[in-house]
């Protein structure tokens, strides 16, 4: 005998053997009688009068309603400011512009900053360069101001 027939031998006494395995594993497996007896009738109609709620579900507690506890929370109140600007172009003129722009102390808004010129402008677009440009002077990261403008200088795109 040589070794391809030993393999054949094997291999098919080891697939004769999964089959009783499985055949047996699937005749062992059976629900118990009484599992599929029902003495109670399972309810397959709804309505707000025969409605029972089950226990809570959901054991956590809501996020807002610790918030409501706390009370109401403050809106920030908003700064207006009008600051004085110059902007030095390509050609090397200098121009001042009036940049108006919003803050709360912690974040600016950057949609209102230079928002007294028209939106669109060559006004307002370099009104909104020299705008970047001034809070980078402003920019000190000692104090919460400060950290807001070099955050405006960071992230403020004209």
């Known amino acids: 005998m040589d070794a391809s027939e030993t393999r054949d031998r094997s291999n098919r006494r080891l697939s004769v053997f999964s089959i009783i ?5 699937t005749m062992s497996i059976s629900l118990p009688s009484h599992a599929s007896d029902r003495s109670v009738e399972r309810q397959t109609v709804f309505s707000d009068h025969n409605y029972t709620p089950r226990r809570s579900v959901n054991s956590m507690r809501s996020v807002m309603a610790e918030k409501e506890r706390d009370g109401p929370v403050k809106a920030p109140k908003i700064e207006r400011k009008t600051e004085k600007v110059k902007w030095l172009d390509a050609r090397g ?3 001042e512009y009036r940049m108006y722009y ?12 230079c928002s007294n010129h028209r939106s669109g402008s060559i006004t307002y677009r370099n009104c909104r360069k020299a705008a970047r440009q001034w809070f ?8 919460s101001a400060g950290k807001m403008y070099c955050h405006a200088r960071n992230a403020f795109r004209p």
């Open 93 to 95: 003129t200098e121009t």
């Open 21 to 25: 395995i499985v055949f047996s594993a």
């Open 102 to 113: 919003q803050h709360d102390g912690i974040t600016l808004d950057f949609a209102s900053v």
């Open 136 to 143: 980078g002077t402003k920019c000190n990261g000692g104090s």
